[in-house]
């Protein structure tokens, strides 16, 4: 008798429905090398094979070997954590939090990166799940939906940072990116400044960052500045693109005595500009920036910043994952709160 038997999508499967990896690679039409490679996270299989194979994997329920699917029949103490990027210790705070909690509480974390890249979080995601992880730190809301899909159907809890929305997952820890925006909008009106302008982080497949420019830009309208009139230009978080960002915010004419700028390394290139260009910080334009890393208070002058309680949002989402661990209840939602942090770097607008 056949230990096999055949499906009508024409792949083969146990008599228990367990989905083989051949199973994946022939419903995505590659080599079961090539499947491996993609579901191992890859890199230079192309992007239509790699989008394939994902697709199959996805509509197959395959989960990645069978030692992952012997672990989830017990607990694994597991803990997985998709975070954007390790670079400029944006995230490190968070994870910090997270990781000591864990630890407290008896669990492990493996962390992966997604480069802000949400195709690549959704293969990180698979690999998680394929080293038995029980529950997955994200960050912020946006994800593709083929990953949320697959962490519910692997039954893989999705704790959600950087937000105090739930939206998708099961539980959420963070703050309202938008108020923190409006915040700042307040902050820099109330000093009289009228010519603002923005220096986001990319908004696409980043919530926290769309958020941030959309309260900041509601805010200042609400102020009774049309948000038509600000200029916001969108960079990644690296210190050279705040640079970049900032030369061109000080060619305009008339050009902004106030810049937001959507993350404190941003702010830290925005102020290296002026610095080197005979530019007075705040006297010629103020400048904000968020997050309060420890380069806030080491650039000259200091950035005046939104202090963003990271350590306190990883420690709480741990205390999450063993509570809903437990207890299996969802749907949990604890709000931060953010606060202005006042230093050198802004003050009223010139004359």
């Given at each position: 008798?056949?230990?096999?038997?055949?499906?009508?999508?024409?792949?083969?499967?146990?008599?228990?429905?367990?989905?083989?990896?051949?199973?994946?690679?022939?419903?995505?039409?590659?080599?079961?090398?090539?499947?491996?490679?993609?579901?191992?996270?890859?890199?230079?299989?192309?992007?239509?094979?790699?989008?394939?194979?994902?697709?199959?994997?996805?509509?197959?329920?395959?989960?990645?070997?069978?030692?992952?699917?012997?672990?989830?029949?017990?607990?694994?103490?597991?803990?997985?954590?998709?975070?954007?990027?390790?670079?400029?210790?944006?995230?490190?705070?968070?994870?910090?939090?997270?990781?000591?909690?864990?630890?407290?509480?008896?669990?492990?974390?493996?962390?992966?990166?997604?480069?802000?890249?949400?195709?690549?979080?959704?293969?990180?995601?698979?690999?998680?799940?394929?080293?038995?992880?029980?529950?997955?730190?994200?960050?912020?809301?946006?994800?593709d939906p083929d990953t949320t899909r697959y962490l519910r159907d692997a039954g893989v809890r999705q704790i959600y940072t950087y937000t105090c929305v739930v939206d998708g997952g099961d539980a959420a820890v963070g703050f309202d990116n938008s108020a923190a925006g409006r915040m700042i909008a307040n902050y820099l009106r109330d000093l009289n400044h009228e010519r603002i302008a923005m220096i986001a982080g990319v908004t696409k497949g980043n919530d926290r960052a769309r958020l941030r420019r959309d309260g900041f830009l509601?805010?200042?309208?609400?102020?009774?500045?049309?948000?038509?009139?600000?200029?916001?230009?969108?960079?990644?978080?690296?210190?050279?693109?705040?640079?970049?960002?900032?030369?061109?915010?000080?060619?305009?004419?008339?050009?902004?005595?106030?810049?937001?700028?959507?993350?404190?390394?941003?702010?830290?290139?925005?102020?290296?500009?002026?610095?080197?260009?005979?530019?007075?910080?705040?006297?010629?334009?103020?400048?904000?920036?968020?997050?309060?890393?420890?380069?806030?208070?080491?650039?000259?002058?200091?950035?005046?910043?939104?202090?963003?309680?990271?350590?306190?949002?990883?420690?709480?989402?741990?205390?999450?994952?063993?509570?809903?661990?437990?207890?299996?209840?969802?749907?949990?939602?604890?709000?931060?709160?953010?606060?202005?942090?006042?230093?050198?770097?802004?003050?009223?607008?010139?004359?």
């Amino acid at each position: 008798m056949s230990s096999e038997e055949t499906s009508s999508d024409g792949s083969t499967r146990s008599p228990a429905g367990v989905v083989r990896l051949r199973d994946v690679a022939l419903r995505a039409g590659c080599s079961v090398a090539t499947a491996s490679r993609v579901l191992n996270g890859n890199n230079k299989v192309g992007k239509a094979e790699r989008e394939r194979v994902l697709a199959a994997a996805t509509q197959l329920g395959y989960v990645p070997n069978s030692s992952a699917r012997a672990l989830r029949s017990q607990s694994t103490r597991l803990v997985g954590a998709i975070i954007p990027t390790l670079d400029h210790a944006i995230y490190a705070k968070m994870v910090d939090g997270l990781q000591e909690q864990l630890s407290a509480l008896g669990m492990s974390l493996i962390i992966n990166t997604s480069e802000y890249d949400l195709e690549r979080e959704k293969t990180q995601a698979r690999i998680l799940v394929g080293r038995g992880v029980e529950s997955i730190v994200l960050v912020g809301t946006e994800h593709d939906p083929d990953t949320t899909r697959y962490l519910r159907d692997a039954g893989v809890r999705q704790i959600y940072t950087y937000t105090c929305v739930v939206d998708g997952g099961d539980a959420a820890v963070g703050f309202d990116n938008s108020a923190a925006g409006r915040m700042i909008a307040n902050y820099l009106r109330d000093l009289n400044h009228e010519r603002i302008a923005m220096i986001a982080g990319v908004t696409k497949g980043n919530d926290r960052a769309r958020l941030r420019r959309d309260g900041f830009l509601e805010g200042l309208e609400a102020s009774g500045l049309s948000a038509q009139d600000v200029f916001v230009i969108e960079a990644p978080y690296k210190i050279e693109n705040g640079i970049h960002a900032m030369q061109s915010l000080m060619q305009t004419y008339p050009r902004p005595t106030a810049v937001f700028c959507g993350s404190d390394i941003l702010a830290a290139g925005a102020v290296k500009y002026c610095n080197s260009h005979g530019i007075r910080i705040p006297g010629d334009v103020s400048i904000v920036g968020f997050d309060d890393l420890e380069i806030a208070e080491l650039v000259d002058p200091s950035l005046t910043t939104v202090h963003v309680p990271a350590k306190q949002m990883g420690e709480h989402a741990a205390r999450m994952l063993s509570k809903t661990l437990s207890e299996k209840s969802g749907h949990d939602v604890h709000e931060l709160q953010t606060r202005l942090i006042v230093r050198e770097s802004t003050g009223p607008a010139p004359a």
